[in-house]
């Protein structure tokens, strides 16, 4: 396995995984989502991980990448959110999620693109808040899709805030 | 005037002597270069030497091309190290079908300025390359900063010392060709252009292809099987 590892976040890759940690811990110079300072939201670490290439080019959600999987296809993302969300009632169920094929549906893509099923998931761990996105390639192959998910999910590793 | 001549004659023989040294010392250094993989064309622009003549095998490690020929075990290894940002990055080929150029470049070599600057004004990638890895030194050895004012927006880089050596990559610019479907290195070596990449790897294509109909007729004629034979055309009568 390959580790990946930044922004406190650690990810024992299988093999034919890739992925890429964006460390966008709060800095002077990276409050990216505009609006005063001090009371808007500050963009976290984003961590995509996909066992396919990912193209260098793609927004925080995937896109420009999901276009380009296949059947077999899986794209995982954790999107980190400010302090200021964990005790949330968004943010309420806690620990690393573990999917299950039901949860999975193709309405739940942040864009719909055909064959292909969704599930997003907030989530706290360790004091820190997360969006889970999963994108499957085929909602049809959710069944051993999901597995897979299950499997990259259950190396990830989140430090303490 | 005859100490005058015996003077001239003096400083000709130190003049001649001096040459003959230039000339030695000039010899040794193109022998030199020779070795290093450069050589001179007649425009007296040093080239270095291309070792991606077939991206089926990998090539014959030879005294001549010891600096420009790659070390590495020819097998696939996944990529991990940061982006100029600071954020960390694996790229893998396990599993794979596609076929991925690395490129091994650094910020400050002269002739890599050639393939930051094409990468950047959007240089298509060479038939049968599906993505370009760019892979430079790790940041204890390379600037981010230059990094990030020299890099391609298309194109992902990796700054990982450790895939040099997985690589055994000798020099910079390097090219390695990995071929994820076949789950080895396919082709590797130094070029001075990009263009010369795709021409060089599109030659090796079609050599490729050349030696693969040759096999085939050879298999075919060692089985008895003549090109002009009926069982080939089975639509004829």
Redesign the interface.
């Known amino acids: 396995m390959t580790e990946l590892r930044g922004g406190g976040v650690a990810v024992q890759l299988p093999s034919g995984w890739e992925g890429e940690i964006f460390d966008r811990t709060p800095t002077l110079g990276n409050r990216s989502l505009g609006g005063p300072a001090g009371d808007t939201e500050v963009a976290r670490n984003v961590i995509h991980l996909a066992n396919f290439a990912l193209p260098n080019q793609r927004g925080d959600f995937g896109s420009g990448a999901v276009e380009l999987m296949n059947s077999g296809a899986v794209m995982v993302i954790l999107f980190e959110h400010g302090p200021e969300s964990v005790d949330t009632p968004l943010f309420a169920r806690s620990g690393i999620p573990v999917l299950t094929a039901d949860e999975f549906h193709p309405q739940q893509m942040q864009r719909t693109l055909q064959g292909q099923s969704g599930r997003q998931i907030f989530f706290n761990h360790n004091g820190r808040a997360f969006c889970l996105y999963v994108v499957l390639g085929s909602h049809r192959q959710r069944q051993v899709l999901v597995d897979v998910v299950n499997q990259v999910l259950a190396n990830v590793e989140i430090e303490p805030a | 005037m005859t100490a005058l001549v015996i003077v001239l004659t003096f400083v000709v023989l130190g003049l001649c002597v001096l040459v003959a040294g230039l000339l030695r010392s000039h010899a040794e250094m193109l022998r030199a270069f020779n070795e290093l993989g450069v050589t001179f064309g007649e425009d007296g622009v040093a080239h270095t030497s291309t070792t991606l003549p077939d991206p089926t095998r990998r090539s014959v490690p030879h005294a001549a091309d010891r600096v420009t020929e790659g070390t590495g075990d020819g097998d696939i290894h996944?990529i991990?190290g940061m982006?100029p940002?600071?954020?960390?990055?694996?790229?893998?080929?396990?599993?794979?079908v596609?076929r991925?150029m690395l490129a091994f470049l650094t910020s400050g070599c002269t002739t890599c300025k050639n393939f930051w600057d094409a990468f950047r004004a959007g240089a298509a990638l060479p038939r049968g390359v599906?993505?370009l890895v760019i892979v430079t030194r790790s940041g204890d050895e390379e600037s981010p900063a230059a990094l990030t004012n020299l890099r391609p927006?298309?194109?992902?880089v990796i700054m990982a010392s450790e895939a040099w050596d997985d690589y055994g990559v000798p020099v910079s610019p390097y090219f390695v060709l990995v071929d994820a479907a076949a789950g080895r290195v396919v082709g590797e070596g130094a070029a001075t252009t990009w263009t010369q990449v795709g021409s060089l790897l599109g030659r090796a294509d079609a050599d490729s292809e050349l030696e693969n109909e040759r096999r085939i007729d050879a298999e075919l004629e060692a089985a008895g099987i003549a090109p002009d034979d009926p069982s080939l055309y089975p639509g004829d009568s």
């Open positions: 996944a991990t982006t940002d600071g954020g960390s990055i694996s790229v893998a080929f396990a599993g794979r596609e991925t599906d993505r927006s298309q194109h992902t």
